[in-house]
């Protein structure tokens, strides 16, 4: 299974990047809470409900 999503956001990309880059910041919008995130191709994401997601590709800035 695959998610796609595409948002805008009127920030420069350093912004934007910083606060997803912050666990934290996961639940209020994304609506579930990031425990831990290796941010890496092949890393996982911590969910605070359990499980994990694999990062399969990453551009620091632009995607993951």
Do not use: H, K
């Not at 606060?19 to 209020?28: G, M, R, V, Y």
């Not at 890496?40 to 590709?57: K, N, P």
């Amino acid at each position: 299974m695959s998610l796609t999503a595409e948002i805008t956001v009127e920030r420069s990309r350093e912004v934007v990047w910083a606060f997803f880059a912050e666990p934290a910041n996961w639940e209020p919008w994304w609506g579930g809470g990031l425990n831990a995130v290796q941010w890496r191709a092949g890393g996982q994401m911590q969910w605070a409900l359990g499980g994990a997601s694999t990062i399969t590709a990453i551009a620091p800035g632009e995607m993951v």
